[in-house]
């Protein structure tokens, strides 16, 4: 069993920050020889209202690093192994970035969202 649990998310004026963490656990990351969650690819989506999920940035277990468009110079990913935790870094916010936003391992694991508004 494995859940994600995402947070950080709330109302923010147009030009401001936010941080978001995603923190995994279950029997897949008690691993006494150490974390199994480094083995994981982490995503970050978003889904805006009447519109599809869109990925908005990985982290490879190898540790490349990719954005979409819309998030490149803005958004930071990163990951704390030893936490279980990643993080979507999120600065320069438009109203655009209103949605809420998923964390996910490798596309199998899911965490619940959570929702970000941004205000003009």
């Known amino acids: 069993q494995v859940q994600l649990v995402e947070s950080g998310g709330g109302l923010v004026q147009a030009g401001g920050s936010l941080t978001l963490s995603c923190t995994a656990s279950g029997s897949a990351f008690s691993n006494p020889l150490g974390s199994a969650f480094s083995f994981w690819t982490l995503q970050w989506y978003r889904q805006a209202p009447g519109k599809e999920r869109e990925?908005?940035?990985?982290?490879?277990?190898?540790?490349?690093?990719s954005y979409s468009d819309s998030a490149k110079g803005r958004f930071t990913i990163s990951r704390d192994n030893a936490k279980n935790t990643g993080y979507l870094q999120m600065s320069s916010l438009t109203p655009e970035d209103t949605a809420v936003y998923y964390c996910s391992l490798a596309r199998i694991y899911w965490g619940q969202g959570t929702r970000v508004t941004v205000s003009s």
């Open positions: 990925l908005v940035a990985t982290f490879t277990s190898g540790g490349a690093i």
